[in-house]
T-cell receptor
C-alpha cells in the first residue's frame, strides 16, 4: 500500500469553472477526511466520512462544495463556480476507527 | 469548540542551539499531534500524544503533553539545518477530526 493518494496534484482553473478532486485512501481505512490549507495557515477541517456516510460538514463547506464517497472507498470533492478565495491546498486523510489519520500529498488549486 | 494556538509563529535559530515550540489548546482534546510540513508538501506525522505526562522522542525532537495545563511542547535539541520546516500541533475534537494551530515556521541557520 502506497498511502493516501490524491489527484490531480495541481489544478489551475478559471473563476467560475467547476473542479473535482479525487482521494484514494489507504486500503481498509473506513474514515476519510478533507481539509483545506491556505497559504501560511494550518489545515482546516472540511468534512469526513465513515464508510460511505458523510458524518460531518464544517461551516467552511459552502453550498458550492460537495463531497462524496459512493462505495466507501475513494472520495471526490467538487467545487462549483470556483472563486479566487477557493485557491488553497486541499488535503485528504484516512484512518481506521480510533487510529491515527494519514495525509495525502494534497491537491493545490489555483483559481485565476 | 476546540482552539489551538502555537507560539512562536516564526523562529530563526542557529545550528547547535536548543529551543521549544509551545502549543496551547482550549478544551479537552482526545489526543495531541505534531506534524512537520516542508514547503509545498503534505504533512508528515511526528508524534501522537495520548495521555497526561506523555513524552515521546525521535532524534533531536521531543514532544510532551500536560493535559491539566492544556499544553504541549516540541523541544528541539542541538538543531541542524535539516530540521528547517513548519511545525504544526493539532488537537483531536473526536473521531480524529483535527484542529490545527497556525504553525511555527522554523529556520535553522548554519
Amino acid at each position: 500500500d502506497t498511502g493516501v493518494s490524491q489527484n490531480p496534484r495541481h489544478k489551475i482553473t478559471k473563476r467560475g469553472q467547476n473542479v473535482t478532486f479525487r482521494c484514494d485512501p489507504i486500503s481498509e481505512h473506513n474514515r476519510l477526511y478533507w481539509y483545506r490549507q491556505t497559504l501560511g495557515q494550518g489545515p482546516e477541517f472540511l468534512t469526513y466520512f465513515q464508510n460511505e456516510a458523510q458524518l460531518e460538514k464544517s461551516r467552511l463547506l459552502s453550498d458550492r462544495f460537495s463531497a462524496e464517497r459512493p462505495k466507501g472507498s475513494f472520495s471526490t470533492l467538487e467545487i462549483q463556480r470556483t472563486e479566487q478565495g477557493d485557491s488553497a491546498m486541499y488535503l485528504c486523510a484516512s484512518s481506521y476507527s480510533g487510529a491515527e489519520a494519514f495525509f495525502g500529498q494534497g491537491t493545490r488549486l489555483t483559481v485565476v | 469548540e476546540l482552539k489551538v494556538e502555537q507560539n512562536p509563529l516564526f523562529l530563526s535559530m542557529q545550528e547547535g542551539k536548543n529551543y521549544t515550540i509551545y502549543c496551547n489548546y482550549s478544551t479537552t482534546s482526545d489526543r495531541l499531534y505534531w506534524y512537520r510540513q516542508d514547503p509545498g508538501k503534505s504533512l508528515e506525522s511526528l508524534f501522537v500524544l495520548l495521555s497526561n505526562g506523555a513524552v515521546k522522542q525521535e532524534g533531536r525532537l521531543m514532544a510532551s503533553l500536560d493535559t491539566k495545563a492544556r499544553l504541549s511542547t516540541l523541544h528541539i535539541t542541538a538543531a541542524v539545518h535539516d530540521l528547517s520546516a513548519t511545525y504544526f500541533c493539532a488537537g483531536d475534537q473526536g473521531a480524529q477530526k483535527l484542529v490545527f494551530g497556525q504553525g511555527t515556521r522554523l529556520t535553522i541557520n548554519p
